[in-house]
């Protein structure tokens, strides 16, 4: 068993968010993608269907074979670049909501005066302030992201995530807990070191 006796920071907290943020929430890489793939299809629909009116369906003129290609194709272009530019705003809104929701998470859940201890069993971890108790299981949790400023261990279940700092922590049992985990969650233990990560 080890254990490590902590006052959460701001600093580490911010940080986890972040963490939990770019692989569950809104800033997740794929979500971004997918983001931009139904804008870009939306710009290329929208293009062609105002291809098809303004210059295959318009009454009254006749188009050059060139006017018939050159035309499409501008206005494919700006329909698909004004696509991008909704997506881009889409996904800055995104990043603001989740800015705030960070900030929100940080401002209830931060209580710098209060310290918190967690244990580390063979099973679970078990979290102690001087009013509560909280034990998670570690089946319970999908991954651990250790890195030089915290431990986040994420759990998709409930939608939430845990920081615990290292700053201050005596080095031996950083180690200890390091091991452990490394042991207990194998490939869901992701180490990101100097930008370096092993998942």
Same mark, same amino acid.
């Given at each position: 068993?080890?254990?490590?006796?902590?006052?959460?920071?701001?600093?580490?907290?911010?940080?986890?968010?972040?963490?939990?943020?770019?692989?569950?929430?809104?800033?997740?890489?794929?979500?971004? *993608?997918?983001?931009? @793939? &139904?804008? /870009?299809?939306?710009?290329?629909?929208?293009?062609?269907?105002?291809?098809?009116? +303004? =210059?295959?369906?318009?009454?009254?003129?006749?188009?050059?074979?060139?006017?018939?290609?050159?035309?499409?194709?501008?206005?494919?272009?700006?329909?698909?670049?004004?696509?991008?530019?909704?997506?881009?705003?889409?996904?800055?809104?995104?990043? *603001?909501?989740?800015? @705030? &929701?960070? /900030?929100?998470?940080?401002?209830?859940?931060?209580?710098?005066?209060?310290?918190? +201890? =967690?244990?580390?069993?063979?099973?679970?971890?078990?979290?102690?302030?001087?009013?509560?108790?909280?034990?998670?299981?570690?089946?319970?949790?999908?991954?651990?992201?250790?890195?030089?400023?915290?431990?986040?261990?994420?759990?998709?279940?409930?939608?939430?995530?845990?920081? &615990?700092?290292?700053?201050?922590?005596?080095?031996?049992?950083?180690?200890?807990?390091?091991?452990?985990?490394?042991?207990?969650?194998?490939?869901?233990?992701?180490?990101?070191?100097?930008?370096?990560?092993?998942?």
């Amino acid at each position: 068993m080890y254990k490590l006796a902590y006052y959460p920071t701001e600093e580490s907290m911010s940080h986890s968010f972040g963490i939990y943020d770019r692989r569950e929430g809104a800033l997740k890489k794929s979500e971004i *993608r997918r983001n931009y @793939i &139904i804008f /870009i299809l939306g710009g290329i629909l929208f293009g062609t269907v105002s291809s098809v009116l +303004n =210059v295959f369906l318009a009454e009254g003129y006749e188009f050059t074979q060139t006017e018939k290609i050159v035309i499409p194709a501008v206005i494919m272009l700006i329909s698909v670049l004004l696509f991008l530019g909704f997506g881009y705003m889409n996904v800055k809104k995104r990043e *603001r909501q989740s800015q @705030i &929701i960070g /900030i929100n998470i940080v401002r209830t859940g931060f209580d710098q005066k209060t310290p918190k +201890n =967690v244990e580390f069993f063979e099973d679970r971890l078990v979290y102690t302030s001087p009013y509560k108790s909280y034990t998670e299981y570690y089946d319970e949790i999908d991954y651990v992201v250790s890195d030089s400023i915290c431990f986040t261990f994420v759990c998709n279940n409930s939608g939430m995530f845990f920081s &615990i700092p290292k700053d201050g922590q005596d080095a031996d049992a950083l180690f200890g807990v390091d091991r452990l985990l490394r042991e207990k969650f194998g490939e869901s233990f992701i180490y990101e070191m100097e930008g370096a990560a092993n998942a």
